[in-house]
């Protein structure tokens, strides 16, 4: 199984931030030596965003917006005005 998932030697988190190119040749450092390295390092840095993403989501801050929306919404609705009284000529 050339290539294949059990020839990995590298941790997880060694592909964090990796370089994507495919290694051609013994001379490229810092390549990845195979496609499942290199979909392994995406997906490492798919999830480290979402890991962001996630922190920044949590925070007190941002879960107060909607309320504030709801609020500056209220504050800002017409008031309805009552209907022209027609002229009785």
Known sequence: MEGGMSNMTRSYSEFRNANWTLAGSD????ALANVHEATLAVLMDIRSELQAIRRVAECHNVQRVPRILDTI????????RPAKASRAA
Request: charged fraction near 35%; avoid cysteine.
């Open 73 to 80: 919404a209220a504050n800002t609705r017409k008031s309805k």
């Open 27 to 30: 001379t490229d450092t810092g």
